[in-house]
């Protein structure tokens, strides 16, 4: 590992510059992260709402065949 003496110019400009590019990358990179985020949790929020809806189909169709079963049971005729 080398210290900072032992950095010529030419080397300390060329690792300034690599690093400036980094933070400009970054920086230009920054708004479409945000838009690729916003565009994920969207996403999701659209598979939550599926997800809800199938669930609320679910419960209220088994709601629907307990009660059948239910009336079933209570009305059927007790064997002779």
């Known amino acids: 590992m080398r210290n900072r003496e032992n950095f010529s ?3 300390e400009t060329s690792v300034a510059k690599a690093v400036e590019k980094t933070i400009e990358t970054k920086e230009e990179a920054q708004p479409q992260f945000e838009k690729d985020l916003e565009a994920v949790v969207k996403y999701l929020n659209s598979k939550i709402k599926d997800f809800s809806s199938l669930s609320e189909e679910i419960t209220s169709q088994t709601v629907k ?10 009305n059927k005729k007790a064997p002779v």
């Open 9 to 11: 110019t030419e080397e």
């Open 65 to 74: 065949d307990f009660n059948k079963l239910r009336f079933i049971i209570k």
